[in-house]
């Protein structure tokens, strides 16, 4: 790659900020060089991180999931609701059902009632808090599943398994979005949407199969989050809303759509997640720690993130 | 004495110089053609003058006073104050607001500082008139056709009364009837002693209006000429710096002959609204016209063909009736679609050239064999091939086609279908807005894939074009056919002539 | 003039359903149309009326406001921090507030004017800073609202139904400024950027002082909510962001931006919290509140897309 | 346990029907749902309230309507209703002494606090900070804020810690909060310092647990009895009796040495588990 082309790939740019937003860190701030710290780290990362992999493969289509908050309860709630009477394993496997279940209706709303994605979105979204608020009768519960449990608190060789699986599940993104047939049509999809149906792009297939993943990794970030706290709640999603939007912005990919790399959206939620653990770091008070964080992640944007004037 | 003046102007983008030193006038009461190849830096010139770029070096001076100077950097809110009005190819229109309120777009008239739209109509209404439109000033312009909006734009052009107006492709939607109407407007301007300046790729109209025309070619000044000093073959040649003479292929040999059999039938399509009771037949080998005025039905036509209009009627191919309801469909079937609207429809302009070419390709590309995954070798080799065959300028396959000239993202928009090996093209307004040296190569390719089996249909308000390109013309008039020209009927006048019929107005 | 009819479809629709909302609502509660029910229910749609006039303004530029619920509370949280008895301090406030909050929003317009980012990430990452703004300003719920202001609003004065009035006020305020050439142009640029750009249309102007008015709406929401709660909370304005696009939307504001009317907002903030306030009457559970939100969401928007959409195949 | 209590009282014939209204967390929402009560003429409205001041002015109408209304749990800052909860003030207070009598007036710690802008937890740090400030050698290192939740609570305190690895001990306002920051000590293996908790069940687990490993903990709780005390004040405020305005419930104290009688194994980690309070308690408590 030339190095022309490098300045003008925004997930490199991200990529770098967050090396030197990390070595800032571990310069300036006491504890961000030691193992454990990174280990932490990226662990944390890690639940954002799935969510944003998801939302990355829609933003790249044009669109946008504001119902990720909801499916990532969803998923947590229902496996423990249904873990508690038939297991953990078929709690599983009903969550992550139920999560792609919400990608598919995201989808058929955005091809065959051509709403735009945030009405969709939302909309479910809303619709997903009153029935899990009906499900559950106002409290959820908690459930210990072992096999979530490791997946969320275990190790191999010093790396958190939930690392280990947000790092495959963003190697089979980049197959999806970059390497596969299925991608391009997403990219196509996202740069512009009469040209890709006069040029014979499956605008359904591409649809349902992109929110189907998104909601999917939506649901498995529940999941991993059930088994890091084992306990599931009705608003345990809402933190990854805006946040994974803002990971896949961050990470350099046009919110536009047809634009980025799929591999800038882990550095977006690592450098989110740094700076939050910096903030947390100082010892501000939480009304300046919000305005830091707003005022930085505008000036990174400013720094990489402009969109080119079409004028 | 000069209204206008542009001294000695250079201006790059990204390193690629696109001007160089271009100098010339516009007197009052005077219209300039300017004149040269997509490329050759027309835009960016007018672009300079009305404010929407600043150029690197050079004077730009309007009535004597250098406008890129001072405090206030040029614009177009300060172009429009000073007396500069334009007309573009792309609308400026907004869809969504009425056509007076368009008319008035930035500059609406106050009463206390409240528009009123009453105010708005009356004094739109002698403006649309003034344009040849007979409109209801209260329409929403999204509403009009492409043509009738262009009209709109011109008008919006006259309401600050400008002391110079520039036409820049202004013509290239219009009739024939539409682009009297726009003569008549630069005519009474000369004769108040207006300037205009003009741009367009038709050498008709060129003619029939410009005092003097200044060539562009590379980003420089060739020549300026007094019209009566030159004719059509000068201005190409000092265009193109050869003369061209072979702008046409040779039709296909075989026109008196019995056709082939005909790969698509067409019989009684009808698209809601637009056209109805249509027949065609698609033959291997030959290139099939629809003609007309503007807006008769064609575009719908096609798009009915390619499966992006709702339709109904009989369609066979090879015999064997087939269904068109999605481009996919069409698609599969050996049809192929390059839209007059290339920019949102035929391109994804902020795509490489690489990821346009494959796109209609990528299920040869990634079978399912290989999970779908895309062969980045075989995409490779595969545009490499098309860029090599169609002669696509581009810097690499990697180049945004947003960056390409007009006709080489026209050939992107034709050539991506090529490896889908269609047996049926279809074509809306293939060379609109191109060059004349691409129009050629464009012409010549369209015969080669003709030649090699390919069944070709183009729409095109350019009557040169369709004569000299087509074996045979469809006319359409107010959504059916009303005439059909083969061989030696086959020429402008009999074209012209079918377009208008039914017409009160006779053709002069 | 077929062509007007159909510019006035969704509105007509919209007053379709209000009027069987409406009818519904009196049969159950026989005192909707009293002056005291009046009030009440006023003072309770108040801020979701103004927060939603504020996100049609942004979105008729073609944006959207991700920090309107953040600026909702800023604005409440300088009202209530400075306002004193007597009509004098409590205006100072008004104006103290309304100025924060229009230069909140100013700001906002500012850096999508200029900084080329798209709306919808400059305002996410502004509803952060906004938050961390109000939190400073009013780092727990408190403040002061004088007491007679707050029964003035929310019980009448003099039977004058205070929130009602207010609300007409600003909507012939926004009347007022849609018929200025602002107004025009902010169609103007929604509809064809470029295009307004072009035509010597100040764009960037355009937009700092459209998003400017929209701080000045979601202020007065702000401090609307201020007067009918009697003090300030930094978090209340969260759910204010997504019902305010809910609004819009279901008044049939496009994304895309240039299209919609502000009656129909105003008449999609009245149906939507007339239905909700409906559900409390009938006895179903709230729970399924959320659920029909969304329903009526989905199925308002689908059938205004669909009724309009070009037929292609 | 309300429900309980209602189902007793009906049989009693005190309570004829009874309704639950969520609002879900919106304040707005809370508000319109106390107006639709009005208008329904309920007798009683018990209230947790979504905001300490945004429901004031309701909630003064609805007593000048005739209606007893009991505020319960989260308070409201008027005084007009009957106010049934605990001191939070004093429940800051509490924690932050013990922990600094453990450390023997002297450390680092972490404070982990819950969201900002919200009274509870603006008032418990008040109570906490009196304390802290009485011991200049106790230093605060880091003071996070965070929802009353175990995911966000871990990531935040995690950050801080890692931030400050060498703390003495962690000022905690409540059970997610503090089994966060417990859990992460455990998991990455670290000593156990003192930290305050709530009776959140999951925390009381990990704590009798971790008790033999040497660590020590203080929890009280914002007893759940808290909504039966407001009923059976309204209940008896109907009936006539005079029921005191501010109904200050004592806070119970969980030590080292009455774990055992709280924790429940057997329990889902989500609940919390409390001793009930006996009938004359609650009698003497609402002035019967």
Known sequence: MSVAALRDNRAVWAFGVLGVTWLAAIA????????????????????????????????????????????????????????????????????????????????????????????????????????????????????????????????????????????????????????????????????????????????????????????????????????????????????????????????????????????????????????????????????LRQVTLGLLIIVLLLAYARERRTA | MTLLSVENVSKSFAGVRVLRDVSFDVRPGEVLGLVGENGAGKSTVLSLITGLLAPDAGTVRFDGARVHSGIRAWSPHRARAAGIASVHQELSLNPHQSVAENVFLGAWPTRGGLVRHRDLVARARPLLSRVGLDVDPLTRAGRLPLGAQQLVELAKALTGDPRLLILDEATSALDDDQVRAVFRVVDELRAAGKSVVIVTHRMGELFAVSDRMTVLKDGEVVATRERAATDHDDLVKLMVGRELSDMFPPKSKDTAAVPAEPVLTVRGLAVPGSCAGIDLDLVPGRVIGLGGLQGQGQREVLRALFGLRRHSGQIDMDGRPCRLATPREAIRRGIGYVPEDRKTEGLHIAHSVRANLSLPSLRALAPARSLTTVSRRQEARLVAGLVDSMRIKASSPAQEVRRLSGGNQQKVALAKWLPTKPRVLLLAEPTRGIDVGTKRQIYHHLRELADSGMAVLVTSGDTMELVGLCDEVAVMYEGSIVDRLVGAELTEERLVHASVVGQEVTHV | MSERIRNHMDVLGLCALLAVVLVTYQRLDPTLLSPSTITILSAQFLPLILAAVAQTIVMLTGGVDLSLGPVLSLGMAVFVVTAADGATGVLAAMALALAVTVAAGAANGALVAYAGLPPIIVTLAASFLWTGVTLIVLPQPGGHVPAGLVSAYNLGWYGIALPALAVVVALALWKLVRTTRFGLALYAVGGNEHGAYASGIDTRRVKILAYGFAGLFTGLAGIGLAIQTGSGDPNIGAPYTLNSIAVAVLGGISFFGGVGRMRATLLGALLLGLLTNLLLFTGISTFYQLILQGVVLVVAVAVKTLATRERTA | MLEDDVAKLKTEGKVASYETFNANGDTSQQIAQIRAMMQQKYDVILVDAGSSTALNPVLEQAVAAGIVVVNFDSLVTTAKVVRVGTDQVAWGRMMAQWLADKLGGKGEIIAMNGPAGVSVSEDRWKGADEVFKKYPDIKIVANVHSEYNLAPAAQAFASAYSAHPTIDGVFSQGGALSAAALQTLVKQNKTLVPITGENYNGFLKMWAEKKAAGFSSIATAQPNYLAVIALEAAVAKVGGVAVPQDITVPLPEITDANLDQFVKADQPDDSYPIQPLPQNEIDKLIGK
């Open chain 1, 28 to 287: 300036f701030a006491n504890g961000f060089g030691t193992v454990s710290s990174v280990r932490y780290l990226v662990q944390t990362a890690s639940f954002l991180g799935i969510v944003a992999i998801g939302q990355t493969l829609v933003v790249m289509m044009s669109g946008i999931d504001l119902s990720v908050s909801a499916v990532v309860a969803l998923s947590a709630v229902v496996c423990a609701q249904v873990a508690s009477g038939s297991g953990g394993a078929a709690g599983i496997l009903v969550a992550l059902a139920a999560s792609v279940v919400v990608g598919l209706v995201n989808a058929a709303g955005l091809v065959w009632l051509r709403l735009p994605p945030m009405v969709m979105t939302l909309a479910t979204g809303t619709v997903i808090a009153g029935a899990l608020l009906i499900y559950t009768d106002g409290s959820p519960r908690s459930a210990r599943i072992p096999l979530l449990d490791t997946l969320a608190n275990g190790s191999v060789a010093g790396i958190p398994y939930a690392t280990v699986l947000w790092l495959a599940i963003a190697a089979a993104g980049v197959w999806l979005l970059h390497l596969s047939r299925l991608g391009r049509y997403a990219f196509a999809l996202g740069t512009s949407e009469p040209a890709s149906r006069a040029s014979g792009v499956p605008v359904p297939v591409t649809t349902l199969v992109m929110y189907a993943a998104c909601a999917l990794l939506a649901g498995v970030a529940g999941l991993v989050l059930l088994g890091f706290t084992g306990t599931s709640s009705l608003t345990m999603g809402s933190p990854y809303q805006l946040l994974s939007i803002a990971s896949v912005v961050l990470g350099g990919t046009s919110i536009l759509g047809g634009r980025g790399h799929l591999l800038g959206t882990v550095a977006g939620a690592l450098l989110l997640t740094l700076l939050t653990a910096l903030l947390a770091a100082w010892n501000l008070s939480e009304g």
